[in-house]
């Protein structure tokens, strides 16, 4: 850059000079020549620059060594592929598991519900429980954990410890001495199972009707206040 400077500069005094000395029009040329010298002289030294990062450019960025994935543990052949749907079914139950109550026991009353679940998928895993016990149960207790924080919002002492008497008395009577029977006995008994779970599962319905007379009846306030306001306005 600075020798281009220096030969347009210089022509520029070679041309005044010869502005003096021979005619104007060879003085107006001589600056031009040294100005389109320059111009070359300059495109020549940048060409070498322009190639290398051109080249650089073209060069491939070096190669990052990818380290293979894990492989997932296949599950293994046998009874436990029985079960897997109601499983499934079962852990996005539990991803979409609501807050935690604050009621200590209700809390306990939903942990017990949560080991009986667990309980209830090993058994089925081991196939020493059918499908339709498995399905059933589970949708039992998913049926309780929904209700149970519904119910704590009513504010109601009487509707909670109703509940928690539910869980440790009828729930566990009816679940846990199963559990313990051996594989014919469980075969023999079954039915006393589905009508106990059935049984615990029409008590849950009084209280989901109570639930439903609370928004019916939420509903109507707000119903009223609408009028009201309407009213008010005309």
Do not use: C
């Amino acid at each position: 850059m600075k020798k281009t400077a220096a030969i347009a500069l210089g022509s520029y005094v070679v041309g005044l000079v010869a502005y003096w000395v021979t005619s104007p029009y060879i003085a107006i040329a001589i600056p031009a020549i040294g100005l389109f010298g320059a111009l070359l002289w300059s495109g020549r030294n940048g060409k070498p620059v322009e190639e290398s990062a051109r080249i650089a450019e073209r060069q491939p960025a070096p190669l990052v060594q990818q380290q293979p994935a894990p492989l997932q543990a296949q599950a293994p052949f046998g009874g436990s592929q029985q079960h897997n749907v109601p499983q499934q079914q079962h852990s996005a139950q539990q991803a979409a598991a609501p807050a935690a109550v604050q009621d200590p026991e209700l809390a306990s009353a939903l942990e017990y519900i949560g080991i009986i679940e667990d309980m209830i998928l090993l058994e089925g895993e081991k196939n020493n429980l059918d499908d339709e016990i498995v399905q059933k149960t589970l949708a039992l207790l998913t049926r309780l954990n929904r209700l149970i924080p519904d119910l704590v919002a009513l504010g109601d002492a009487s509707i909670n410890h109703n509940i928690v008497r539910l869980v440790r008395k009828d729930l566990n009577s009816t679940i846990n001495p199963f559990l313990r029977l051996s594989g014919e006995a469980k075969r023999q008994n079954r039915r006393l199972l589905l009508d106990g779970i059935k049984d615990v599962d029409s008590k849950l319905t009084f209280y989901t009707k109570t639930l439903e007379q609370k928004d019916i009846m939420e509903l109507r306030t707000k119903a009223e206040l609408i009028q009201q306001r309407y009213r008010l306005n005309d």
